[in-house]
């Protein structure tokens, strides 16, 4: 099945550094991929709709500066925590659609999620 | 807007037990919705759909029946098991094209041998 790998699974580092996380669809083409935060026995929020080869679309009170988005290619997108800070220690998930083959479009098809990045920042 | 609501967890059976967890959505239009399920430390792994009014989704035990008429996706199971101990989410896709997932603030289930 679709299977979509993200990495670092865990990352720790000091306040102030930039953290960037990769997302991979690995066996398919996803020209829309979408980054989540979970904060500790809560849901997932969405942060981000990445689209390949364009901006990506921030949800209301994402800073765009502080968590940049890239979605170089059909496979990969990245997010990257800028001048990180202990508030900005998360799970941080990332998901992406598969474009369906005979529509070209996302009707039926469902999000295939990473397993996360657990970021703590000291 | 759109929104999903879940029933307050933690929900906590013993193996074998029948598995109910609530779910109710508004929204305008047609929307998808979804069961996902979180094991620890990891992401989500989708569990069954409903694209439409009374489709039935189903996996591993796991079914979910799109109602319409009381807006509702609940999640079911007849007979649970340790193993599915994890935190389950319901959410809602728009019918609209962004392709955005709006989701429940999630269940856990704990399961007791």
């Known amino acids: 099945g679709a299977v979509v790998s993200q990495h670092p699974s865990w990352v720790i580092c000091k306040s102030g550094t930039s953290v960037k996380i990769e997302c991979r669809s690995l066996?398919?083409?996803?020209?829309?991929m979408f980054w989540y935060r979970q904060f500790p026995k809560q849901s997932l929020m969405l942060m981000a709709t990445?689209?390949?080869?364009?901006?990506?679309?921030?949800e209301q009170g994402v800073e765009k500066d502080k968590f940049l988005i890239n979605h170089a290619s059909l496979t990969l997108s990245t997010l990257t925590v800028t001048s990180a800070h202990p508030e900005d220690s998360s799970f941080y998930i990332c998901?992406?659609?598969?474009?369906?083959?005979?529509?070209?479009?996302?009707?039926?098809?469902?999000?295939?999620f990473g397993d996360g990045t657990r970021l703590s920042i000291l | 807007g759109n929104s999903v609501t879940q029933m307050e967890g933690p929900v906590t059976l013993s193996e074998e037990a029948f598995l109910t967890i609530n779910c109710t959505y508004t929204a305008t239009g047609y929307p998808s919705l979804f069961w996902y399920v979180q094991y620890p430390g990891e992401g989500l792994q989708l569990l069954l759909k409903?694209?439409?009014?009374?489709d039935k989704g189903s996996n591993k035990g796991f079914e979910a029946t799109y109602r319409k008429e009381t807006t509702s996706f609940h999640l079911e199971k007849g007979s649970v098991q340790v193993s599915d101990s994890a935190v389950y989410f319901c959410?809602?896709?728009?019918?609209?094209?962004?392709?955005?997932?709006?989701f429940g603030q999630g269940t856990t289930l704990q399961v007791k041998p």
């Open positions: 409903a694209t439409k009014a009374d």
């Open positions: 990445s689209n390949e080869g364009s901006k990506a679309t921030y």
């Open positions: 998901s992406a659609r598969m474009v369906d083959s005979l529509t070209r479009g996302y009707s039926n098809q469902p999000q295939h």
């Open positions: 959410a809602l896709r728009g019918s609209g094209n962004t392709g955005k997932l709006i």
């Open positions: 066996d398919f083409q996803a020209t829309t």
